[in-house]
């Protein structure tokens, strides 16, 4: 797994050997405790970053949503939407030497980190090192698990253990991600509100019948460009 600093600094936050999913969550909170929090962080749209939840929402970018995070996922392939990233990840590739076991193969990443923050001048950095140029995030990483708050325009409702929330005397499934979660309703006309989790917006609610209509991941990303916005952080 690979956390790049998505700003001007190109910095490799983290280079390290996984098995499986679990140890994600604990590796980014590692980074962010060090590094500090981020205003964004673009992935692409595999596990665990993204799920086939509504709005393509998981776990971990649940709590990214609730640390004030925004996620951006790219468009299913445009990997140049996160080009910086991905010439960084060729840069490894060309690089890295075969290792007999996964703690050598850890040693190679961490040569690897070293050379690439320390040693290898940029050209789009004027030939600086990221090293040179990096800076750590001046959000820190909250003492106290955050909580979300909706403004009084909006009707607030909790996912309720099977996937739902109540409304007008119906139960309406939404998702398992956002289970013990709140949820805001905005009305946008007469007949439907929209559902926002935090500020992304997951679906339109038909108030009288309580027909879901999602906000389908095109309709989030049509503005994306397909040079790089500034990020934050650009984990693979």
């Known amino acids: 797994m690979r956390i790049m600093n998505g700003s001007a600094g190109r910095y490799l936050l983290r280079c390290q050997a996984i098995e499986n999913t679990e ?11 060090e590094h500090g929090l981020p205003e964004a962080i673009r992935t692409d749209n595999g596990a665990p970053f993204a799920s086939s939840a509504l709005g393509g929402l998981s776990r971990l970018a649940v709590w990214w949503i609730k640390l004030g995070i925004a996620h951006e996922r790219i468009q299913a392939g445009h990997p140049e939407q996160n080009g910086r990233h991905e010439r960084m990840h060729r840069t490894l590739k060309q690089d890295l030497r075969p290792a007999e076991d996964w703690r050598a193969q850890q040693r190679e990443l961490d040569r690897f980190r070293q050379d690439f923050n320390h040693l290898r001048p940029h050209e789009a950095l004027d030939m600086q090192t990221p090293a040179a140029v990096y800076q750590p995030s001046l959000r ?21 253990s099977h996937d739902h929330f109540r409304w007008k005397k119906k139960d309406i499934f939404l998702t398992e991600v956002l289970w013990g979660e709140p949820i805001g309703l905005l009305p946008i006309n007469k007949e439907m509100r929209m559902i926002y989790f935090a500020h992304p917006p ?16 095109r309709d989030k990303i049509k503005n994306l460009p397909n040079k790089e916005k500034l990020s934050g952080m650009c984990p693979v």
Do not use: S
């Not at 997951?202 to 991941?217: C, E, M, N, S, V």
């Open 140 to 160: 820190p990483y909250p003492a106290r698990r955050p909580e979300i708050e909706y403004p009084d325009t909006m009707e607030v409702r909790t996912i309720k």
């Open 202 to 217: 997951l679906a339109r609610l038909h108030d009288a019948t309580g027909t879901l209509f999602p906000i389908k991941q």
């Open 23 to 33: 140890r994600v969550h604990a590796i980014f909170e590692a980074a962010f405790r």
